[in-house]
């Protein structure tokens, strides 16, 4: 997120919960992504008094019914390595047709401060499960998120081109529009 809103607004100084060490880590137990972004951001900005940005994002395949969905971090474990994490969802849709393998991530962008209400900025990357994990960027499952109009997985992109069409790079560039006065896509 930083690296995506430094480029957004190199005017704005962005610090992180590194910045604050004693600010605590809440427990993402919402039923919604924008739910679990505003306890994290609720929760920042009442340990820094300052405005605070926080994110829930997760993979939501269509032929498994949307999951992992909120629990993709948690899918099949938290400390479960992304790679076997990857690989059971490819075991479990090694019979699905290429038409069948629909997906999208999805991210909801919390801006919280004490005492007003949390606006949230939602949006989505849609894409396809690929049949085996290919690239080597990017994080989480970018290696099994195949993109047909780029015809590569989110993991065998750049940064830059990540950032420009990810579900986390959408949602930051309607915070970033909405803060500079422009007509964002947020709710709140």
Same mark, same amino acid.
Not at 22 to 27: D, R, S
């Given at each position: 997120? $930083?690296?995506?809103?430094? =480029? ?9 919960? $590194?910045?604050?060490? &004693? $600010?605590?880590?809440?427990?993402? &137990? ?13 929760? @920042?900005?009442? #340990?820094? %008094?300052?405005? =605070?940005? @926080? ?10 019914? *949307? ?9 099949? *474990?938290? &400390?479960?390595p992304f790679s076997i994490k990857m690989a059971r969802i490819l075991e479990r849709m ?14 909801? #962008?919390?801006?919280? %401060?004490a005492g007003d209400q949390t606006k949230i900025f939602e949006a989505t990357c849609e894409?396809? #499960? ?8 990017? /994080? ?5 998120? /195949?993109?047909?109009?780029? &015809? %590569?997985?989110?993991a065998e992109l750049t940064p830059k081109q990540k950032h420009e069409i990810s579900h986390?790079?959408? =949602?930051?560039? $309607?915070? =970033?529009?909405?803060?500079? +006065?422009?007509? +964002?896509? *947020? %709710?709140?």
């Amino acid at each position: 997120m $930083a690296t995506i809103l430094s =480029a957004l607004m190199p005017e704005v100084e962005i610090l992180t919960l $590194a910045d604050y060490p &004693n $600010a605590p880590e809440p427990e993402e &137990n919402g039923t919604t992504y924008a739910e679990n972004a505003s306890i994290k951001a609720e929760s @920042a900005a009442g #340990v820094t %008094r300052e405005w =605070a940005l @926080a994110d829930d994002a997760g993979l939501e395949i269509d032929a498994l019914n *949307g999951e992992p969905g909120l629990h993709s971090k948690r899918f099949e *474990g938290e &400390n479960t390595p992304f790679s076997i994490k990857m690989a059971r969802i490819l075991e479990r849709m090694k019979d699905v047709p290429e038409e069948k393998r629909t997906a999208r991530f999805r991210c909801c #962008v919390a801006l919280a %401060r004490a005492g007003d209400q949390t606006k949230i900025f939602e949006a989505t990357c849609e894409g396809r #499960v690929a049949r085996e994990p290919r690239g080597e960027g990017g /994080f989480g499952y970018d290696p099994i998120f /195949f993109l047909p109009e780029r &015809n %590569r997985t989110m993991a065998e992109l750049t940064p830059k081109q990540k950032h420009e069409i990810s579900h986390r790079g959408k =949602a930051l560039r $309607a915070f =970033a529009a909405w803060v500079k +006065g422009e007509r +964002g896509e *947020g %709710r709140g």
